[in-house]
């Protein structure tokens, strides 16, 4: 078996997804442990390593997470782990310890996806060497960037999930109308994540009427995809279209003429309706530059673990 070189983690707000690659990049073992079973980001990677006890110790580590990078000690946004990069890699016994933005490491994994990883919705052709945007939404919502330059791909490091959401119709306006009650600020994360999908349900169902039901995001999803609930099928038509509004401001934002990539852990899993969704249909819908949009491709990311690729790039560039 190959030697253990690498230790890499794909850190959520819910999973923490831990992985071992050998001098080459190949992975050779990963694991899914929930977040909430650990008290900290240390203990959740030795309980990992334990489990998969490799033939030789990891001498680096790459470490995406779900938050801002921006020092030494990191907290995450929908986490309450909080720790010392320099203190992990010691506890750890690494020589270098890497953490990015777990969207960063998203973003480094674009250019080395094959056309299995990816699925196109709709129209486009990507213009080759321009900015590419990536945007998922998971736990959270995800947004980075992709800039070529001398030496390779640049992801850009930011929090464009918490950018202020708008509304594009007078449905929008009321059903953002019902979440400014409960929030101070409505970000586009409160609406296009798991979360928001259940925002969203709660806010359709009392504009209806109707007393929204104690649903989880996977519930919500569930009747949507199913047609069984007119309000679930309405936030997830919601859902899609919002996202749409807010990749086509990414575009526009980045000049992003290489791409729009939808990543994270929803959108995957919706299958043909996010395809039939009015996604694109929005994404292109930006008045006078609809005609710089259209021929921007968008790609839903179908790779099981896009971060870990990501990771290993990283690890390469530094």
Known sequence: MAETRSLVADIGATNARFGLLDAT???????????????????????????????????????????????????????????????????LGLERLVVVNDFTAAAMAIP???????????????????VIGVIGPGTGLGVSGLVQGAVGWTALAGEGGHVTMAPVDDRESAVLGQLRQ???HVSAERVISGQGLVNLYGALALLEGREPEALSPADVATRGLDGGDPVCVEAL??????????????????????????????VPRLGSFFSRSRFRERFVEKGRLRDYLGPIPTYVVTHELPAFLGLKAVLDQQ
């Open 25 to 91: 990049g190949r992975l050779l073992h990963t694991r899914t442990l929930p977040c909430t079973g650990h008290a900290t980001l240390e203990e959740a990677a030795k309980a990992y390593l334990d489990l998969a006890q490799p033939d030789a110790f990891p001498v680096e580590g790459a470490i995406a997470i779900a938050g801002p990078v921006t020092g030494d000690l990191l907290t995450m946004t929908n986490h309450p782990w909080t720790f010392s990069v320099n203190g992990t890699r010691d506890a």
């Open 112 to 130: 080395l996806l094959t056309d299995a990883d990816r699925l196109q919705v709709g129209d486009g052709e990507p213009a080759p060497g321009e």
């Open 182 to 184: 409960r929030f101070n």
């Open 237 to 266: 038509e919601m859902f899609c279209a919002m996202l749409g509004t807010v990749a086509g401001n990414l575009a526009l934002t980045l000049g992003a003429r290489g791409g729009v990539y939808i990543a994270g852990g929803i």
